[in-house]
């Protein structure tokens, strides 16, 4: 093994060790619930919609469905946000807004998702609506109102402005802020 290789491990092995440490002191059982996830990123008293979108991230970092995150899955998300590829941040973002999980995104799921995601973070450049008809418009290239992973993959590699779009309104950075300086709120 070359010094190059060894340096890579060692940083994450590093990285590991601080992420386990810091995942142990916000859930000392190992395991975190949607409701330690919600407090510990103070995203308590949200409306119907950012509840379901935060219920539906939940549920893609919760891999075996179990109802808990453990430090495995807990590592993998934080690998994907952090250092994750865009094609794999594309499928993961898929994944989230096929929200009845029929292998496409309609016209409904990509509202709901925006309307939640803007009353999280607050962006209001352009309204959910204006967000949803401008993804359609651009990327459904059959026009018959779903998107298929292929055509959402595609169309925002295509399409700098969508891609823009995707990850401003996914700006995760305020989450991260607080994952790494601990927990806001109390449980």
């Given at each position: 093994m070359g010094a190059d290789n060894s340096t890579t491990e060692d940083m994450m092995a590093v990285?590991?060790?601080y992420w386990y440490n810091k995942f142990m002191r916000d859930s000392p059982s190992g395991l975190i619930t949607l409701y330690e996830l919600k407090a510990i990123l103070g995203l308590q008293g949200l409306n119907e919609e950012?509840?379901?979108?935060?219920?539906?991230?939940?549920?893609?970092?919760?891999?075996?469905?179990?109802?808990?995150?453990?430090?495995?899955e807990y590592v993998a998300a934080l690998s994907l946000i952090l250092k994750g590829k865009i094609d794999q941040k594309l499928k993961w973002y898929f994944k989230l807004y096929?929200?009845?999980?029929?292998?496409?995104?309609?016209?409904?799921?990509?509202?709901?998702?925006?309307?939640?995601?803007?009353?999280?973070?607050?962006?209001?450049?352009m309204s959910p609506e204006e967000i949803t008809a401008l993804v359609f418009d651009t990327i459904d290239k059959n026009g018959d109102g779903e998107l298929t992973l292929e055509e959402f993959i595609n169309g925002t590699?295509?399409?700098?402005?969508?891609?823009?779009?995707?990850?401003?309104?996914?700006?995760?950075?305020?989450?991260?802020?607080?994952?790494?300086?601990?927990?806001?709120?109390?449980?």
């Open positions: 990285d590991i060790h950012a509840n379901g979108y935060i219920e539906q991230v939940f549920a893609t970092f919760d891999m075996n469905k179990d109802g808990y995150i453990d430090f495995m096929d929200a009845d999980g029929n292998g496409k995104i309609d016209r409904e799921e990509l509202l709901s998702i925006f309307k939640a995601v803007q009353a999280i973070n607050r962006h209001t450049d590699q295509e399409h700098q402005m969508i891609m823009d779009i995707i990850k401003k309104t996914l700006d995760l950075s305020n989450v991260l802020k607080v994952i790494k300086s601990g927990r806001r709120h109390s449980v």
